[in-house]
């Protein structure tokens, strides 16, 4: 399986910031995705990545809020814009492997916002 | 879109049991059905998948059951272990096409009793 890296690993941001997080891949992938896991809760897709055009927002998310670069094959951020209490999250970054649908996640970025 | 049901939502069990984790779906359509097993403050970890051409897939002390005409599928864990305790989380998506999107479940929180 592909190695993921994730930066920051954990943050704590101050109400109306922006925190951008960085997921580096160790293979060229086509797509990468981001999810959202809220305290105790389950995952949710944000969006997907693809290189070379916009992302793909899932309903509820929007790109003002959740902007997305995909600037080549191994690498994607993902901003999350005038942060309040609400984002405290896990977000996590995943890849599928090769050409499969199977899916391996980064390590998560742990963000707190006060 | 997808909605995955999971239950139940904890579970406790005593070591050497076995635990089951059972999980409905919507859209027929879909095709592959992963489980990844998140321990605390962990990524989540991809621990066993099926595909809708088979009914039923083990790899040492897990297998996992699919019945496509009842759109549900089952996590069997046996002779549990400590070790064994973390939140397991099911998904299933409608691969090809290039589409690799994974609409998880809410998750089952699993502790086993020494």
């Known amino acids: 399986s592909a190695v993921i890296s994730q930066k920051p690993s954990r943050d704590i941001c101050q109400r109306g910031t922006s925190l951008t997080i960085q997921c580096q891949v160790d293979?060229?992938?086509?797509?990468m995705f981001w999810y959202r896991q809220q305290p105790g809760q389950s995952l949710t897709l944000i969006a997907t990545a693809n290189q070379g055009s916009e992302a793909t927002y899932e309903s509820g998310f929007v790109i003002d809020k959740f902007p997305i670069s995909r600037p080549n094959l191994t690498f994607s951020t993902l901003t999350v814009s005038n942060m309040s209490p609400e984002d405290s999250s896990i977000y996590l970054c995943?890849?599928?492997?090769?050409?499969?649908?199977?899916?391996?996640f980064g390590p998560g970025t742990r963000l707190t916002v006060l | 879109g997808e909605n995955v049901e999971q239950h139940p939502s904890t579970l406790s069990v005593q070591e050497g049991d076995s635990a089951v984790i059972k999980c409905t779906y919507s859209?027929?359509?879909?095709?592959?059905f992963p489980w990844y097993k998140q321990e605390l403050g962990k990524r989540p970890q991809l621990i066993i998948d099926i595909r809708s051409n088979v009914g039923e897939k083990k790899d040492q002390r897990i297998a996992v059951t699919l019945n496509k005409t009842a759109k549900h599928f089952s996590l069997h864990i046996t002779e549990t272990q400590p070790e064994d305790s973390a939140v397991y989380f099911c998904a299933a998506t409608r691969s090809g096409a290039g589409s690799y999107q994974l609409t998880f479940g809410k998750g089952t929180k699993l502790s086993v009793i020494p």
């Open positions: 859209d027929s359509a879909s095709n592959y």
């Open positions: 995943s890849v599928p492997h090769g050409h499969t649908d199977t899916q391996y």
């Open positions: 293979s060229q992938v086509t797509m």
